[in-house]
């Protein structure tokens, strides 16, 4: 039974889990195309925070259907390279919502459990509102 039950939670969290791109260019440039907000979600290699935000988190089946309405990428601290084009941060767990144009609607720093982060959300969906009639 027990095993019967795994196999079901393992089965689910693979139909919501969220398409991440693999880079930041192709996050802007899927961006610009699909004309949506990018959500950069920057960790470190060593961190236990991001790792909780991504399993805690992200990774709960009502923040994965609200994020589908962005285009999602993960970014190491270590990437010099990604890092050069985003914002400086203070700390990991970072995350950016950004237009495709690379302009900041709105960024958090540390972990937040699913209702904070679900606020977050909300706030940015707000900007996006702002950002389109201008």
Not at 52 to 75: A, I, N, P, W, Y
Not at 115 to 130: H, R
């Amino acid at each position: 039974m027990n095993k019967i039950l795994g196999l079901l939670l393992l089965f689910s969290s693979l139909l919501f889990s969220l398409e991440w791109e693999k880079d930041l260019d192709t996050a802007f440039e899927v961006a610009k195309k699909e004309q949506k907000v990018v959500m950069v979600l920057i960790e470190g290699e060593h961190c236990r925070w991001c790792t909780k935000m991504k399993q805690r988190t992200l990774s709960d089946e009502g923040v994965e259907k609200r994020l589908e309405k962005f285009v999602v990428v993960k970014v190491m601290r270590e990437d010099a390279k990604a890092m050069s084009v985003l914002p400086q941060i203070n700390g990991v767990p970072t995350i950016f919502f950004m237009t495709a144009q690379k302009e900041v609607l709105e960024s958090i720093v540390g972990y937040f459990d699913v209702t904070d982060f679900t606020s977050y959300i909300n706030d940015v969906e707000k900007n996006i509102n702002i950002v389109e009639i201008k």
